[in-house]
Structure formats: C-alpha cells, structure tokens
C-alpha cells in the first residue's frame, strides 16, 4: 500500500486566498483525522471522521476551516479565506478505526504571506 | 487530568544512557493510549498501542508500561543510542488527543 498521500506537500500563498489540502486515506482504514503541527501547541487535533461522518470538528478553530470527507477514498481539508496565523504543518492520519494505530501522511506545508 | 500532558519536555543523555518520559491522561472514559515516535522531517510512527490497565509492551530496547486507574503511561528507552533522537509522543482518548511530545537527545 502506498500509505496516507497528501497533496500539496507545499502550498506558499497570500492572506485571502482559499487553500485547499487534500488526503487520501489508506485502503479500507474507516477512521481519518485532519492535525495541525504548531510550535506553541504541537500536534493539535481539528477534526476526524469515522465511515466517512464527521464525530468532532470541535478542534476546527473557526468557522474559516471546514473539512469534507465525501467517500472512503478522499478528504479536503479548506481555509477560506487563509491567514497568516493559519500557517503550519497540516497532517492527515487515518487508521483501522478502534483503538488501531494512526498512519500519518507526510504532511502539508502551508505558508500564508 | 483533562488533556494529555507529557513530561518532561526534553531530555538530554549520553549514549549508553537508559531513559524514561511519562504521559498523563483523563482516567476516566479510557480508551486506548498510544505512542509514537517523530523524527526530524519525517512524520510520527507508531511504537506502541495500549488498551488493558497494567499492560507492558517491547519493541527492541523500548518498553511501555500503562496503570489506566491512575491515568499514566511510561516509555522507558535501554542503552540510549544517538538514532533513538527523536521526538516521543503520547495520545489518548478515543478522539486520540496528542501530548506535547518529550524531545529526547542522545549524545555520542
């Protein structure tokens, strides 16, 4: 298996602008999870999905970031618009579901100027 | 303990060195306690998952032990060695809440 593959590994763009980050899950993993790698708060949790359903967006940190999850194959992560504030590392993990260990992608890089 | 709390920060030792860092989690509603470990410019790998009160798990020269009734989690590294450079991270709760991490960096 080709692992967690998310796209872009790098995005560089200008406050305003919409982003949109991209994750595909591994093969028959139901659970998914969108985390936001930051200094001060390290590996922050914004939403995850069980059989493609939204549990908790409670991590989601306003109503710019929204997350979508349309079939087991495929999730976007969107800010709109983007903030400087907003850049980071962005991982997509996704697992067995359970108590199943998470495979992380390699992670996207968002920078906002 | 209402989020997932790891200690200490970061931790320097010699090569040879044996080490320990700790997790704290919400003991109440547990759910399963992960470790993983992160290296520089790579994404964080899974060492351990740990379900059952009292559980002890080894992977080489790291062990992991879990007391759920108390809420921690200790990942103990034997004979540091300087590849063991890493950042260690702990999750918890069913919606795998991730601790700070403990930055460990062994020295040759």
Redesign the interface.
């Known amino acids: 298996d080709a692992g967690v593959i998310q796209s872009p590994r790098h995005e560089v763009t200008e406050m305003g602008q919409e982003v949109t980050l991209r994750c595909k899950p591994i093969s028959g993993h139901n659970s998914l999870?969108w985390?936001r790698q930051t200094m001060m708060?390290?590996?922050?949790?914004l939403i995850?999905f069980n059989n493609n359903v939204p549990i908790?967006d409670s991590g989601m940190p306003e109503d710019r970031f929204s997350a979508k999850m349309p079939n087991a194959s495929f999730s976007t992560l969107k800010i709109q618009p983007s903030e400087p504030r907003d850049s980071a590392v962005y991982?997509c993990a996704s697992s067995r579901g359970g108590?199943?260990?998470?495979?992380?992608?390699?992670?996207s890089r968002l920078t906002v100027l | 303990i209402l989020n997932v709390e790891q200690s200490p920060q970061s931790l320097h030792v010699q090569e040879g060195d044996s080490t320990n860092f700790t997790c704290s989690f919400p003991s109440s509603n547990f759910?399963?306690l992960?470790w993983?470990r992160w290296e520089t410019a790579k994404?964080?790998?899974?060492l351990f998952?740990m379900?059952l009160n009292g559980d002890e798990k080894k992977k080489g020269r790291i062990s992991a032990t879990l007391n759920t009734k108390e809420g921690y989690s200790y990942l103990y590294i034997k004979g540091s060695q300087p590849e063991d450079s890493a950042t260690y991270?702990c999750?918890s709760t069913d919606?795998?809440?991730?601790?700070?991490?403990t930055r460990l960096q062994v020295f040759p």
Not at chain 1, 41 to 45: K, N
Not at chain 2, 95 to 100: S, Y
């Open positions: 999870f985390y708060r390290g590996l922050e949790l995850y908790d991982f108590a199943g260990e998470l495979f992380f992608g390699e992670g | 759910y399963a992960h993983y994404s964080p790998e899974a998952v379900t991270l999750a919606k795998l809440i991730f601790g700070t991490g």
